[in-house]
């Protein structure tokens, strides 16, 4: 595609490093699923089982980033610079309480939250161990959604990608140090990730709240200005959760399939999330660009940008695909010796990649929507196609399908999310301008 437009620019210029900080989770999940996977196949099944739950807790709370991202940058494009930081004030604490909250949550219920998997007693075991020593880390991940998500809506997405780079490379050293260097199993793991992620929290906190201080912004908490950020974010919560549940969902048709298919899933579903991510890239620039130019009021630029958007994730999924099936001889043996486990996941991948351009264009117009703010329309469209993925994914158990029969349904999930997308996105009511919606 060549850079023929300022449209190309601009959408490069916030694109690309968001794509290193959207990959942060994904690449570290891969670290430890490369390094997990050489303790076994009952620890690769129980990081499957864990991950999903984990990623499930902390996926709810994206409206930290997203919303804030919307919110943040609308008042950017209205010129309400300090009004902007206040907002993204309001965020953090909000991460910070619902951080607390849910952290004590996740270690108190691990046990259940494993068990409603059913999963052998040995991946039970590597589970509970993994998802308590995670969920001690996830007040410091809901600061990183929300204080990226504030630097995203002041249209800087490179701060969020050194911190991610830096993290990763962390996480790396430390899994490393944990699990084979302290002999700490699946649990070092957990700990050396929850200890990266910590520290890049921290350091992006930090960014926010010197910004917020050089303008002038309040830094105590607004309580107000707090629950307006809960309320306006409850919307995206139901959408998260019906893609959270829809994935949980898989996980579960997985485990029915026996441990082989549980361990081919979590591998498949983690570079999935991986090559997601990176398309989301694009719905990030989405996100900040739609908002400023609607606190602008450019209803006419905001329609412009989108439909150059959508070529880009189209085509970004069809690289990504060619990538994901083309290169899978490579990679697969990175994750694990078994050859039962190798032959599954490479069948997979194969349907994977082929759904890629759909997943482009569905994350690309996620951002849009989320960028105008029109959080109740996702809500809705969210619930529409999990409702009509359930009996999908559930036949696979009815009709032995197997672990592949189980990715072609969830392909139709996204399928179903692309109609109800773009369908919103022909019409006119989601264009809402001013500094807030």
């Given at each position: 595609?060549?850079?023929?437009?300022?449209?190309?620019?601009?959408?490069?210029?916030?694109?690309?490093?968001?794509?290193?900080?959207?990959?942060?989770?994904?690449?570290?999940?891969?670290?430890?699923?490369?390094?997990?996977?050489?303790?076994?196949?009952?620890?690769?099944?129980?990081?499957?089982?864990?991950?999903?739950?984990?990623?499930?807790?902390?996926?709810?709370?994206?409206?930290?980033?997203?919303?804030?991202?919307?919110?943040?940058?609308?008042?950017?494009?209205?010129?309400?610079?300090?009004?902007?930081?206040?907002?993204?004030?309001?965020?953090?604490?909000?991460?910070?309480?619902?951080?607390?909250?849910?952290?004590?949550?996740?270690?108190?219920?691990?046990?259940?939250?494993?068990?409603?998997?059913?999963?052998?007693?040995?991946?039970?075991?590597?589970?509970?161990?993994?998802?308590?020593?995670?969920?001690?880390?996830?007040?410091?991940?809901?600061?990183?959604?929300?204080?990226?998500?504030?630097?995203?809506?002041?249209?800087?997405?490179?701060?969020?990608?050194?911190?991610?780079?830096?993290?990763?490379?962390?996480?790396?050293?430390?899994?490393?140090?944990?699990?084979?260097?302290?002999?700490?199993?699946?649990?070092?793991?957990?700990?050396?990730?929850?200890?990266?992620?910590?520290?890049?929290?921290?350091?992006?906190?930090?960014?926010?709240?010197?910004?917020?201080?050089?303008?002038?912004?309040?830094?105590?908490?607004?309580?107000?200005?707090?629950?307006?950020?809960?309320?306006?974010?409850?919307?995206?919560?139901?959408?998260?959760?019906?893609?959270?549940?829809?994935?949980?969902?898989?996980?579960?048709?997985?485990?029915?399939?026996?441990?082989?298919?549980?361990?081919?899933?979590?591998?498949?579903?983690?570079?999935?999330?991986?090559?997601?991510?990176?398309?989301?890239?694009?719905?990030?620039?989405?996100?900040?660009?739609?908002?400023?130019?609607?606190?602008?009021?450019?209803?006419?630029g905001t329609r412009a940008i989108t439909r150059r958007m959508m070529w880009w994730g189209l085509w970004s999924g069809v690289?990504?695909?060619?990538?994901?099936?083309?290169?899978?001889?490579?990679?697969?043996?990175?994750?694990?010796?078994?050859?039962?486990?190798?032959?599954?996941?490479?069948?997979?991948?194969?349907?994977?990649?082929?759904?890629?351009?759909?997943?482009?264009?569905?994350?690309?117009l996620d951002g849009v929507l989320i960028g105008a703010g029109d959080g109740p329309y996702l809500a809705v469209a969210g619930?529409?196609?999990?409702?009509?993925?359930?009996?999908?994914?559930?036949?696979?158990?009815?009709?032995?399908?197997?672990?592949?029969?189980?990715w072609w349904a969830f392909g139709g999930f996204m399928l179903l999310r692309l109609l109800t997308l773009l369908t919103r996105?022909?019409?006119?009511?989601?264009?809402?301008?001013?500094?807030?919606?």
């Amino acid at each position: 595609m060549r850079l023929t437009s300022s449209q190309d620019r601009e959408i490069l210029r916030l694109a690309v490093p968001a794509f290193f900080a959207l990959v942060s989770e994904p690449l570290m999940l891969l670290a430890d699923s490369a390094i997990v996977g050489h303790l076994g196949t009952p620890q690769l099944a129980a990081l499957g089982i864990a991950g999903t739950i984990l990623q499930t807790l902390v996926g709810v709370c994206v409206f930290l980033a997203y919303g804030t991202t919307s919110a943040v940058a609308r008042r950017i494009g209205a010129g309400d610079h300090k009004g902007a930081l206040a907002q993204g004030i309001d965020g953090l604490w909000l991460a910070l309480l619902l951080g607390v909250v849910l952290a004590v949550v996740g270690v108190l219920l691990a046990p259940a939250a494993i068990g409603a998997f059913n999963p052998s007693p040995d991946v039970a075991d590597h589970a509970v161990i993994y998802l308590r020593i995670s969920c001690l880390g996830i007040p410091s991940m809901l600061l990183l959604l929300a204080a990226t998500g504030v630097l995203r809506g002041l249209q800087d997405t490179k701060t969020p990608m050194i911190v991610a780079i830096t993290a990763n490379l962390l996480n790396i050293v430390l899994n490393l140090i944990l699990v084979y260097g302290l002999d700490l199993d699946i649990a070092g793991s957990a700990l050396g990730t929850a200890l990266a992620q910590t520290a890049a929290g921290v350091a992006l906190v930090v960014v926010v709240v010197r910004g917020a201080r050089r303008d002038g912004a309040k830094l105590r908490p607004d309580f107000p200005g707090i629950r307006a950020s809960a309320h306006s974010g409850v919307p995206l919560v139901v959408r998260t959760l019906t893609l959270r549940v829809a994935i949980i969902l898989a996980t579960f048709v997985a485990t029915s399939l026996g441990t082989t298919s549980v361990a081919a899933h979590q591998v498949a579903f983690t570079l999935w999330s991986f090559l997601a991510l990176a398309l989301d890239a694009i719905a990030i620039a989405a996100q900040a660009l739609t908002g400023r130019a609607l606190g602008a009021g450019d209803v006419e630029g905001t329609r412009a940008i989108t439909r150059r958007m959508m070529w880009w994730g189209l085509w970004s999924g069809v690289v990504g695909g060619l990538a994901l099936w083309g290169l899978h001889s490579i990679y697969v043996p990175w994750f694990t010796e078994d050859p039962a486990v190798r032959h599954s996941l490479s069948a997979v991948l194969l349907v994977a990649a082929l759904w890629q351009p759909v997943n482009g264009v569905v994350f690309v117009l996620d951002g849009v929507l989320i960028g105008a703010g029109d959080g109740p329309y996702l809500a809705v469209a969210g619930v529409i196609a999990l409702v009509l993925y359930v009996p999908l994914a559930l036949s696979v158990i009815w009709f032995d399908g197997g672990v592949v029969a189980l990715w072609w349904a969830f392909g139709g999930f996204m399928l179903l999310r692309l109609l109800t997308l773009l369908t919103r996105e022909r019409r006119d009511a989601w264009l809402v301008t001013g500094a807030v919606r």
